[in-house]
């Protein structure tokens, strides 16, 4: 275990690329070439011949996320003993569920409708949100706000898209938009400013309504608002999201979920809040007389199942405003899974399902879930409204569920697992000299470590302890940060505070600053330790470390503008890039890193620089240390692009072979017309608020086999771009 830890307190604070793509098509040939074993199966992350060391590359084959465990109630619980009695069918209504385009309350909306391609959305119309995550919210709401940098030369105000486009509402990216942060000199962060804007090209979700009631249609009835924001003339277009969606591929295996890390690793049955929402429990049954008694849920390891129950009720993403999951319930349950969806015969979890004859989500869940959990002959009552058990339990049903599915979703075939395993054919010369940059020069490993190529992930659970972290920052001050987010100085740290913010009821997102709360006595909502041994920069130079040692109470931290480490893995798939989507290849990205960011002013004094008197930080700078001129030349460039773009992919993605298949979808690719007028839906030609109606596009079904020779791999976003 010492050796363990002594390995992991190497661990250097931000990395050098998280995640982009070239603008050309990729030569999958490549990625193809290989040919994996079958994973092994497991129920837990199995460590591999070393530790999860962030310094060195590692396999993540034969890895699959572990069952959630915890209490209910205030006894020990696991996944299979206590809640799943199939887990077959289980992963069944979990895909079921995460593809379903009922789940939205414009019966048009599923999870899947921002994470059908690689995991993530690849929609290019009506994507963009003005930035309304800005603490300043004279801005937040305006679309093309330039970049802002007192005093520093070239800031040049510029209202449109780098291309001269309009943007905003149901405008169409360019290849010509990106990146949206332009400098005179692309190695120098402080040369003046030729574009850039605080546009976020985010998920098109809902429009802008309120719930009424559930229908046993497939539509909620809800009233339909004039949206201030998301709108052409006086039509309504759907509402965006304000960050980018990142893939749910290998997610399962995430401490926290989000950008921000919001989903929690706790999971209570009904938010993606842990022991965060008081008013968080399910619902169960203990003896025969058929009442059910609410009761808290913590259930560790299950940071899939939190995220998955944040979108369904979100008025942007999929929900009218004020709907709850037990309205989705009393909606779903007697629906048959996916009526409006066709499934392939040959999908490999739900082709037995590909007929007419589909079972209802009632009877998944009963066929899933135990009695207790949905037999009681009472109903409970909700903020006043009686519900049945079912009903009130649903968001316990599809978080686990989902959380099962997306289990399946690990990507441990691409080249790289086939080159650290032993065939060193696997990657080409260019590829391994890309390799060799990623782990040095490039210092990209140094956050994208591990076997999902994220510090976010199983290195934190394997690491007790290793939560908050002490480093020296790039203004050469002492802090402590969340292990596996950071500030890389995308944008200045005012238009987004990531974990540095707050949950609905006012507690820090951040383990730092719940630490130091912990440090003057006060209660906190997570659970976790902090082990001082395990600190980059020792409380002591003493040998060996003491772990009674404390921080002062009110030391430095530095998570304002810090963000979730992504996972590299399927890389060149999953643009446009960072929590903004402000690059659309890697090529971009490589370039923000080589520079050093684009934070503007010195290590000491910049634009990552946030002043957060709730929380006694007035940080001149929160930037990570290692966010500094790289001095990569063109060639390594190259060579870092093609390891990233070919040894990264899992052929299986790119392919939408098993587990990566599934059911036909139809998604809203903006609104018919354009970024100057849109078409009225037929349905509101007479309503006070209209809607525009949806450019649709169909996703085919695709089954067991992947994708046909015909419909070729899937493509970069910037391939997608006119």
Sequence with gaps: MKKHLNILRTISLTC????GLVAVSLPYKSALAAKAPAPATTNAPQPATDPPSSHKLQSLRGMTPPDPSGTEGGRKVDLMTDYVQNRTAAIQLGKALFWDMNIGSDGNTACATCHFHAGVDHRITNQLNPGLNNTNTNVASMFNKPFAA??????VASYTTKSGGKGGPNYTLKKADFPTHVLADPLDHNSPILYSTDDVTGSQGVFDANFTKASQSRFDN??????????????????STGRNAPTVINAAFNVRNFWDGRANNVFNGLSPFGNRDPDAGIFVTNDASGVAAKVRLALDDASAASQAVGPPGSPVEMSCGGRTFADIGRRMLDNPMLTQQKIAPTDSVLGAFSGANRPTYRDLI??????????????VSLGGTPYSQMEANFPLFFGLAIQMYESTLVSDQAPLDDYLNGNRQAL?????????IFTGKGQCVKCHGGPELTNAASRLRLLAGGRVDRITMADNLTTLHDSGFFNTGVRRTSEDLGVGGTDPWG?????????NTMLQGGKVPDPFTVDVCTFEVPLSPAIPCDPSLKPKVGFRDSVDGSFKTPTLRNIALTGPYFHNGSRATLQQVVEFYNRGGDQRGS?????????????????????????KPLSLSSTDIDALVKFMEVGLTDPRVAWERAPFDHPELFIP????GDENSVTAQAADLTASTQRAADAQVAIKPVGAEGRTVSQGPLQPFNNDLP
């Design 366 to 379: 009963q066929k899933v879930f135990q009695p207790r959990l949905w037999n009681a002959k009472q109903q």
């Design 222 to 239: 809800c009233t339909q608002l004039p949206d201030p924001i998301f709108h052409v003339g006086a039509m309504n277009v759907r509402r």
């Design 669 to 672: 690719q903006g609104a018919i």
């Design 507 to 515: 507690n820090q997102l951040s383990f730092t600053r719940q630490y």
């Design 603 to 627: 290590d000491a004094n910049n634009t990552s620089a946030f002043d957060h008197p709730a929380v006694n930080q007035h940080n001149t700078s929160n930037l990570s240390p290692d966010v």
């Design 16 to 19: 050098a690329v998280a995640g």
């Design 428 to 436: 080409n010369d260019q590829q391994v000299k890309g390799m060799g």
């Design 150 to 155: 007192a005093h520093i030369p070239g800031d």
